[in-house]
């Protein structure tokens, strides 16, 4: 079982709507949870930061986390095709490994008119 | 700040080759971390340091790769022999203490021919 786990996609959404993007995660001393974005060619950018249950909103994006369930979620209000991109969930340990994060191998999402 | 510098930002070598990526790290940041992210296996961690000893060197995936930190703003990673199947992006990025994001840099393509 992979540590990080993400449907690779690709998610196809229509401009407007709303993308959902999910995460599983094994470890349960996870206690840090990122998504970042990387669009074609480029590198991962950080967009969310989530550490307690619930959720978390910055702008159009939403982070939810469900530490019993052991699953992260990114929503995407108003959909743009700006939004084109791989996303990539990361998480960090409680306790060891320092910064350390580790990621899944990222959904790629496409927004399209 | 100039973010994250890594060189080359190509490299395309022969088999049995020795290849060379470079980085410098954001200038205060005490974590370096090398990644490899490929189609199939998305984004690897290969190595990390801190406060420039190399912490975690798990993901290195045979002999034939090597990372040092000298000193603060500069960390090489060597693969030799150099094989195709290395050919991946490598990402190096940094953190600091007290700040889990990472800041990437722009990647190194290697091509393994």
């Known amino acids: 079982q992979k540590e990080v786990e993400q449907n690779s996609g690709p998610l196809s959404v229509p401009e407007g709507a709303i993308a959902s993007l999910n995460c599983t995660y094994s470890d349960r001393v996870s206690q840090s949870f990122f998504w970042y974005r990387q669009y074609s060619g480029k590198s991962p950018e950080l967009i969310m930061s989530?550490?307690?249950?619930g959720d978390k909103e910055d702008g159009r994006f939403t982070a939810q986390l469900n530490k019993a369930s052991q699953y992260v979620s990114l929503l995407i209000r108003d959909s743009q095709p700006s939004d084109s991109a791989t996303y990539l969930c990361?998480?960090?340990?409680?306790?060891?490994?320092?910064?350390?994060?580790?990621f899944g191998t990222g959904t790629q999402l496409k927004v399209e008119l | 700040d100039a973010g994250v510098i890594q060189s080359p930002r190509h490299e395309v070598t022969e088999m049995g080759q020795e290849v060379t990526l470079r980085c410098k790290p954001i200038?205060?940041?005490?974590?370096l971390f090398w990644y490899r992210q490929t189609m199939m296996r998305g984004l690897e961690l290969l190595i990390y340091f801190n406060n420039n000893v190399p912490i975690d060197d798990s993901g290195m995936p045979e002999d034939r790769f090597s990372a040092k930190m000298p000193n603060a703003s500069f960390s090489t990673l060597k693969i030799q022999p150099s094989e195709p199947r290395d050919s991946a992006v490598y990402f190096c990025?940094?953190?600091?203490?007290?700040?889990?994001?990472?800041?990437f840099g722009s990647g190194t393509q290697l091509s393994v021919l």
């Open positions: 200038s205060g940041h005490d974590y």
């Open positions: 989530i550490y307690s249950n």
């Open positions: 990025a940094s953190s600091q203490t007290g700040n889990e994001k990472l800041f």
């Open positions: 990361a998480v960090k340990r409680l306790t060891g490994g320092g910064n350390k994060l580790t």
